[in-house]
């Protein structure tokens, strides 16, 4: 069994901020590369930011740059993507995501295992 739980999402004002968890159970998160990635109503899923297995190489799309921090803490089996300045077209469904790589990536499409996502909503 291998799980990824995210949590932390929900509606927020623009300009605010939240913290994204993506707990892992059934393997060692630490010899997995993770990613979040995003999905709205409509559009394709697309890679938010993602990092390395011990934490050393981080990406990030240009949309969230400056904005989004994505930070891992292999001792508790958890990765965290803080999310500053949020603006209304960020409002998606969240995932994480694991592949059994040192180094991570953005395309979806790269990755194994998924979480089943938490819904992030920022609206005035």
């Known amino acids: 069994q291998l799980q990824l739980v995210e949590s932390g999402g929900g509606l927020v004002q623009p300009g605010g901020s939240l913290r994204l968890s993506c707990a892992a159970s059934?393997?060692?998160?630490?010899?997995?590369?993770i990613g979040w990635f995003r999905q709205a109503p409509g559009k394709e899923r697309e890679g938010v930011s993602c990092?390395?297995?011990?934490?050393?190489?981080?990406n990030y799309a240009d949309s969230v740059k400056g904005r989004f921090t994505i930070t891992r803490d292999n001792a508790k089996n958890t990765v965290y993507l803080q999310m500053n300045s949020l603006k209304p077209e960020d409002t998606a469904v969240y995932y994480c995501?694991?592949?059994?790589?040192?180094?991570?990536?953005?395309?979806?499409?790269?990755?194994?295992?998924w979480g089943q996502g938490t819904q992030v909503t920022v609206s005035s």
């Open positions: 059934g393997f060692t998160l630490g010899y997995y590369a």
């Open positions: 995501a694991a592949r059994a790589f040192r180094v991570c990536a953005l395309p979806p499409t790269l990755y194994d295992y």
């Open positions: 990092i390395g297995s011990s934490g050393g190489g981080t």
